[in-house]
Every structure is written in C-alpha cells, then in structure tokens.
C-alpha cells in the first residue's frame, strides 16, 4: 500500500510537480491507479488525461463519486478531494503508478523489445528462454498481457503506463521474476513507458510505419532510441540487428553495452548463423556464438525474418548470460505464436497460414520466405486498414502482385474509411507490377478466405495477412467479431478436412 505523500515525493523528484489543492493529509492511502473515470473504485488516484475525443478533467467529479480519493490534474477542479497539479497529466501518471503500486520495475527484471516487425514472435521466443532457465516471467504485447497466473487479450502492444504498473505490481504478487515486454515508439513518446526500467533491451528492425505519427524515418528512429536512452537501469545491456541501418547507427551509440547480431556477410556480427535448412514446417539452424561457441537447434518456425528473431532471442539471452543449452531447448520447446505464420496443414495437401503482417515489408517477408518453401502456388488474401498510413496500400499490392500467383484483396479494419476504396488503392499497386498475377475483390473477408481456400490445390499455400490474431473487425464505431484462425476452422469442418 502507498500513500500520497510517496507519490508527491515521486513527481517531485522528477520535477513534475507543480503545486497541489486540498492536500491537509498527505499520508491519504491509495490502492489504485486509473485514467478511466468508470474504473476507479475505494482509495484510487484519478488521473485526468486529455485525449484525441475527451478530456479527463471532465470526468473526475463521477471517478470521485466512485471512490478516488486524489486526483492526478493540469489545473485545480472544484472538487474537495487532494489534488496534485502537473504540466502534463499524461506524462506525470506513470511514474505516480509507480509510486502507487510500489515502483514494481525495481523488483523484476524487464526484458524489452522493440523495432518495427518481429516483436511478437521475438517476446514469445525471449520468454521460452527465460522460462527453459526455471524463471517465471510475465508477458506484455500486441498479442496478450499475462501477470503469470492468466492470460488477458491485448488492447495495444504497449497498455497506458497506469495499466502497465498495475500488470508489473501483479506479476511481482505473482511471483515472477522476469518479464518480457514489447516497447513501442508511441509508448516512449506518449509516456507509457514512464515508471519502467529495462534491464535488457532488443533492437529487431526499423521500416516505415506510423509515419502518420511520426510524420519522418528520423523521428521514428528518435522514439526507438529514446527507449535505450532513458528506460534502462544503469548496467543494462542489450542486442541490436546491425543488418538495419538504424540498428546500425543505435549500435555505435551503444556498443559497449550490446552485442551486435544479423545475417548480411559483409558486415561484422557478434553472433550469425554459420548454416540453415529450411521447411514450410521450420529451421534446422548452426548459430555462432562468441568465444568459438555454437548453437544447433531445431525451430518450429519457418522464414528468414524468423532467423532474424531467433537470433535476436538469443544474443539477448546470451549477453544476459544465460547458457548456450538453455537457449537451445527455450526455441526448440516455444510454442505456436497466434497469428505469426500459424499454419494449417490439411488433408488434402493445402496449407492455410495466418499472419499480422500488414506493412509491405512484413508482407514481403511473410510471402518471400513460403515462395522459397511452397511446392505449388501461393494464394495471397489481405487488405489494410483505415486510418492508417495510406501511402502503404499500393505497396502492400506491389509486393503481393511480386511473389504471389493469385491475390484476393479484402477487408482489415476499415474503421471510418470506405473499404472500397482502400480495395482500389491497393488494386493499384497490384497492376503496376508487369507481371500482374490474377487478382481479386472480395470484401467480406470471411468469404474471400474461404474462396481462396476452395481455390487452392494440393501444394499450394493460402497466406490470410494483416490481422493476425485479432479477434474483431473495426468498422466505423463497431467492433464486429471475425477470427482468420476460426474462418480457416470452419471452411475446413464445412467441407469436411482435417488439420494439424
């Protein structure tokens, strides 16, 4: 349990603080920390965030009818309970989680992972690791949050930083001792990080994306690298893909505290791959580690842009120091990462795969590495979504119309835009290509993965990219439920086909 005074000294400290209201008794105990008005409950600090569409400072007279006995705000409320004054409410609640919830980061060892493509499946692989090492370690990502005694389907791949104490402060009354966490650019810009310190740090790779955000490459790159500036503890470490140009230019910033890892042979590499052989089912792979070390192991998973990750999963773990023979058996045992090259193989020689893929570089690794591996043709299913950096979707076509033999362009999450009309932007892209391979517009996307299912033949691969393991459609101000995974499940049991 924590109390005001604590969080007062926290923002103080960090030269937060402005000035407080109402604050007689500054020892007032608080249990909770929440942005949202509707969460709060008995002995909780509110925190009044102004956003896109609303203003926190609205709701704090309902977040203290609830229960909130302190208010975390930009300017004094007409409201009787303490109330602490800051420049940005936003930036400031991090750290007063931190306080509130008994600054968890200072008692488990967070792992962070950060770069454009292979967070997810990098997380899933770190944590095999650690937990192959006999740790219990929790997760944070785009694909779940698990406190180490359940599992929560994500909201964003980094949570408001008032959610990510709370789920730190559980882990830690859970008994983990680790945790691997996916840091975002807009999770270090918008200050969801704050109140985090990473003992460990990954860099995989940087395309564009967010530029709608981020406006430029640079200010990208600005946000990744903010993370290795300011959310680490002082003798961190890390792992950086030096085959990236911008993990190239984080390395020489940081090189005393990481080992460098990729695949290009005319660069200079701590740890590589000395060989591979590849599948549609995984990777045999030789890894050189430093010091005359190797690594022979098997993945379940298959790709050059999954070489990439585990050989991110294991320089990491390895500059932690974590024995080459537990970093074997943690990527030999992982599980299946929902929506990460998940593959159905069925009865009749088809294999279905689902993927998150949804920038024309993901996409152009995704479909590359089946090219390598596919025995007839690849029957490519995607769209892209609305609100989104348009400037991808003729890409996203172009890269599809590269290495695909048939296309379907369908739905992803249109929110507010016409689906139709993102259809035709990528359609563009798709007929720039000479070789312009037969493609098609089918919007429902349910329909469109199992017409391109009925399509296919033996041999031949159907790649439903974009989604992944979300579990909705966004469509204006609807959230309407559609799974790829289950819409691959239920072609398969309609027409009466087994999978593995």
Same mark, same amino acid.
């Given at each position: ?8 000294? *926290?923002?103080?400290?960090? %030269? ?86 008994? =600054? ?8 962070? +992972?950060?770069?454009?493509? !292979? ?13 192959? /090492? ?14 180490? %005694? $359940? ?30 966490? #996916? ?14 310190? =990473? ?9 564009? #994306? ?40 984080? =390395? ?18 701590? +740890? *590589? ?8 089912? !995984? ?26 990750? /585990?050989? !991110?999963? +294991? ?66 299913? =995607? ?24 296309? +379907? ?5 249109? $929110? ?7 259809? #035709? ?33 033996? !041999? ?41």
């Amino acid at each position: 349990m924590s109390n005001l005074q604590l969080v007062l000294e *926290t923002l103080k400290e960090k %030269k937060l603080l402005k000035e407080t209201h109402n604050v007689s008794d500054s020892s007032v105990a608080l249990h909770d920390v929440f942005n949202k008005g509707q969460e709060c409950k008995d002995g909780s600090l509110f925190c009044c965030i102004r956003g896109e569409k609303h203003d926190g400072h609205q709701y704090a007279a309902d977040a203290v009818q609830r229960g909130a006995v302190a208010l975390l705000c930009e300017y004094p409320l007409p409201l009787s309970v303490p109330q602490i004054i800051v420049e940005d409410a936003r930036w400031a609640m991090g750290y007063a989680a931190a306080a509130v919830y008994g =600054f968890p980061s200072r008692e488990i060892s967070l792992y962070g +992972i950060t770069g454009t493509n !292979g967070k997810s499946t990098s997380s899933y692989m770190v944590r095999s690791i650690l937990e192959t /090492a006999g740790e219990k370690c929790g997760l944070i990502g785009t694909i779940l949050y698990s406190d180490g %005694k $359940r599992d929560l389907e994500a909201d964003r791949t980094t949570p408001e930083s008032c959610e990510i104490q709370r789920l730190l402060s559980r882990m830690v009354k859970n008994g983990c001792t680790s945790v691997v966490m #996916e840091a975002s650019s807009h999770g270090a810009i918008q200050g969801r990080l704050n109140g985090c310190l =990473f003992k460990s740090l990954l860099f995989t790779n940087l395309t564009p #994306e967010h530029l709608d955000y981020h406006k430029d490459m640079e200010h990208y790159f600005a946000a990744k690298k903010k993370i290795f500036d300011e959310y680490v503890i002082d003798d961190w470490c890390g792992a950086i893909n030096i085959d990236d140009k911008y993990g190239e230019a984080l =390395f020489s910033a940081f090189q005393e505290r990481c080992l460098s890892f990729g695949l290009n042979e005319n660069k200079c590499h701590d +740890i *590589t791959l000395n060989s591979f052989e590849m599948s549609l089912s !995984g990777i045999h792979m030789n890894v050189a580690l430093p010091n005359d070390e190797h690594i022979v192991l098997g993945l379940p998973l298959t790709g050059r842009f999954n070489i990439y990750n /585990a050989l !991110g999963a +294991i320089t990491m773990c390895y500059k932690m120091g974590f024995p080459p023979d537990v970093i074997q058996k943690g990527l030999e045992t992982m599980p299946q990462v929902p929506g990460r090259l998940e593959k159905y193989f069925f009865s009749n020689k088809v294999c279905g795969v689902v993927d998150y893929a949804h920038t024309p570089d993901a996409l152009e690794n995704v479909l590359s590495t089946l090219r390598e591996v596919c025995q007839g043709k690849i029957i490519s299913v =995607f769209g892209h979504g609305g609100e989104r950096y348009s400037a991808n979707r003729p890409l996203l076509g172009q890269v599809a119309a590269r290495f695909a033999d048939v296309i +379907i362009v369908t739905m992803d999450n249109p $929110r507010s835009e016409d689906p139709s009309q993102i259809a #035709e932007e990528i359609e563009a892209g798709i007929t720039n290509v000479p070789t312009n391979p037969p493609h098609y517009r089918i919007l429902d996307r349910n329909e469109a993965v199992r017409t391109a299912l009925s399509m296919a033949k033996a !041999g031949d691969v159907v790649v439903i990219t974009g989604k992944g393991p979300e579990r909705f459609i966004l469509m204006h101000d609807q959230k309407i439920e559609y799974s790829d995974s289950k819409a691959i499940q239920q072609w398969a049991l309609d027409v009466g086909l087994r999978w593995n």
